[in-house]
């Protein structure tokens, strides 16, 4: 079954504890993106990936990093969780996000930063 | 600016109505409009999209609507049913940039 999967799905962590989300995709799929969406603010992309060890910034990066050494992995890493960064996070995947395919997402991770 | 402001934030509508749904933008180079439609609890999941070379596209009782001289487009459907109640996201992207900026979300509920 073609899918984007994202762990964990629920996770409540304190301030300061680095932790790393993971997303994998099983389409060869050579864009990943990861968004936050927060009420009132939409979906909004934290880091996009075209291909393998090409990374960029979307437009909240700040407090996340991510890599892509496997085309089907896309992990996004929180060094220093703040309060700020509780939010529902999606990753999603797609072949080529404006000239041929939609965007598929994975299920969601909410993460609660105290 | 990049914005894509969406509106209404909140929409309720009878069974069977219409819902119109708009977005507005400003960056003149964007070129791809997509949808996507959230279920509760759930994952977006693209509904329609429409390039810039079209007005409009229709896909059964949903259609989205393009002006690109006023900047806006907007979502129709129509003969609303109660498993169209969701939350909706319009998005604009730009050919090349692999990158999308989404509206504010539209939660859209249909009383029976």
């Known amino acids: 079954e073609a899918q984007v999967t994202q762990n964990p799905r629920y996770l409540i962590t304190v301030t300061g504890k680095k932790l790393t989300v993971t997303c994998s995709q099983n389409?060869?799929?050579?864009?990943m993106s990861w968004y936050r969406q927060d009420p009132g603010l939409g979906l909004r992309q934290i880091y996009y990936?075209?291909?393998?060890?090409?990374?960029d910034k979307g437009d909240v990066p700040e407090g996340y990093k991510v890599s892509r050494k496997e085309k089907r992995n896309f992990p996004l890493i929180l060094e220093s969780p703040s309060p700020n960064q509780t939010s529902l996070y999606f990753c999603?995947?797609?072949?080529?996000?404006?000239?041929?395919?939609?965007?598929?997402f994975g299920p969601g991770t909410r993460l609660t930063v105290t | 600016g990049e914005n894509v402001e969406q509106h209404p934030s909140t929409l309720s509508v009878q069974e069977g109505d219409s819902a119109v749904i708009k977005c507005t933008y400003s960056?003149?180079?964007?070129?791809?409009f997509p949808w996507y439609k959230q279920e509760l609890g759930k994952r977006p999941q693209l509904i329609i999209d429409?390039?810039?070379?079209?007005g409009e596209k229709k896909d059964q009782r949903i259609a989205v609507t393009l002006n690109k001289t006023a900047k806006h487009f907007s979502l129709h459907i129509t003969e609303t049913q109660p498993e169209d109640s969701a939350v909706y996201f319009c998005?604009?992207?730009?050919?090349?940039?692999?990158?999308?900026?989404f509206g504010q979300g539209t939660r859209l509920t249909i009383n029976p």
């Open positions: 999603a995947s797609s072949f080529d996000l404006i000239n041929r395919d939609e965007q598929y």
């Open positions: 389409m060869n799929h050579e864009y």
């Open positions: 990936s075209m291909n393998v060890e090409v990374t």
């Open positions: 960056d003149s180079a964007s070129n791809y």
């Open positions: 429409i390039r810039s070379n079209v």
């Open positions: 998005a604009r992207g730009i050919q090349g940039a692999q990158k999308l900026v």
